[in-house]
């Protein structure tokens, strides 16, 4: 058995069906094997943008490792900005790399290069397999820092002779499993519970580690025990729903900017913080510590280094967010006196009614927006909101275009079934649209990306019509870098809007027809009614379909 036949093995062991992929000379051995092991599905890519974000989004989606191989050096580097996002999203990717034959790397060959200093700032585990006999544990080494939280990407450098080198007696075993559900240590949970069951008014703010941990139901519990609203990570991170948004518990968006903050969060006097990173600001503004004074925060995490990072918190959980929350529950429903339970229950009622209140208004508002033309970005979105399936999954790349819409209005009732990127880095949007419908084939998968972001990433589209992946991509086309000009305000730069490296229109990038020339079926539309329609026929289709949609202003 040559290296690489073992390597596919083991892969195989560990349950991998899919390998996404852009070769090149140093990864052809891998790609003679894949020829004679059918066991594994190779997904090609144009470019090592979209074959990350596709095992990105396949990795989320599935909520298991995804494996990927790129061409050396140069293949590292272009994929280096969708690692940021996998890094950041915490998504477990085995990434690997072909590196030239250990006998002439002394010689410095072309194509050879330090490839474990490369990932090793991207990724949780890096290293160089030196030996043919090494191969195996080091693929079980890596498959099992991937999947283990915190989670994340992992990257093995192999050699060519490595790859086609001949050995007998190999262990061929598959990676031993960890069991993810770490209960938070008892004496912690019962000083959080006590805290929270006398607590006058608090708030939840959660993260995308509860989904991926699978405690949404867990946590609409605990917000339902304490009668407290759930606020979302911010648009910086916001990667997974933590909980339904129809609930009528869910709060929606902590705020993106430090003012904006504070007030959001005045008045609660205790904030029960799960599965997120606290707080991921963005442009520097003031006040530099946005939370309100006297606000004690209580934080339950599987990553360690994020609990009590740049906040103190009055009592920090380490272990799964499902199997905490529903200890966490247990422990609160022991303290609740009679009493507490009606302040609770009267509690919710007020913040449940606040809330339906202001959804109601917003409501009101998008469908003002629907009707108006030229398109808004809130239009844009208020027309997909009205037809988007209970069972659909939304990739969203489109940031000023998005406004938080469809979780406002409630649209999205699988808080698993969201992805937003959480590094980024542009160009995802596409391919991690593409990975989750490899994951989810029976799903129908809508992606909403901006006209800047489909321009990183467009060589997606030749594959989502190599793979016949009936994904619907609507392009929201401002024209421009429209973050950039929002940044630019926050930053008071006068001259930024309209100056240089601003706006796309010189000459304007025709989406409708790049997507034709990579084999995917593409409209323009203008109206609200006939995007709703191409939506709803696009989801129920059987093939790829590119809506490019001019939006009004920013």
Known sequence: MTGVEAFLEILHRAGVTHLFGNPGTTELPLNDALARDRRVRYVLGLHECPVIAAADGYAMAGGRLAVVNLHTNCGLGNASGMLVNAKAAGSPLLVTAGQQDTRHLFEEPVLAAPLVDMARPLVKYAAEVARVEDLPNATRRAIQAALTPPTGPVFLSLPLDVQTALADGLDLSAPWPVDRHVR??????????????????????????????????????????????????????????????????????????????????????????????????????????????????????????????????????????????????????????????????????RHAERLAAARDAFRAAIDTKVAARPLSGAGLMGSLARVLPADAAVVEECPTTHGNVLERLGAVRDPAAYFAHRGWALGWGIGCALGVKLAWPDRPVLAVLGDGSMAFGMQGLWTAARERLPVVLVVANNRRYHILEVCGDRLALPDLRGGPGMTLDEPVIDFVALARALGVDAHAVADADELSDRVRAGLAGDRPVLLEVAVAGG
């Open 184 to 349: 938070p240590a008892r004496g912690p949970l019962q000083q959080a519970a006590q805290l929270l069951a006398n607590a006058a008014n608090p708030v939840i703010l959660a993260g995308s580690r509860v989904i991926e941990s699978n405690g949404s139901r867990e946590l609409v519990s605990l917000a339902e025990t304490l009668g407290a609203p759930v606020l979302n990570e911010q648009n910086t991170s916001r990667g997974r729903f933590p909980i339904p948004t129809d609930h009528p518990l869910y709060a929606g968006p902590i705020p993106l900017w430090n003012p904006d903050i504070p007030a959001v969060l005045a008045g609660y006097d205790v904030a029960f913080v799960v599965g997120m990173n606290v707080l991921r600001l963005y442009i520097r503004q003031e006040p530099t510590r946005p939370l309100p004074p006297g606000l004690k925060l209580i934080h339950l995490d599987n990553d360690p280094a994020e609990i009590g990072k740049n906040y103190p918190v009055e009592v920090g959980l380490v272990g799964d967010p499902k199997a905490g929350l529903a200890e966490l529950v247990y422990e609160i429903d022991r303290r609740l006196t009679p009493e507490m339970v009606r302040a609770a229950g009267e509690r919710g009622c």
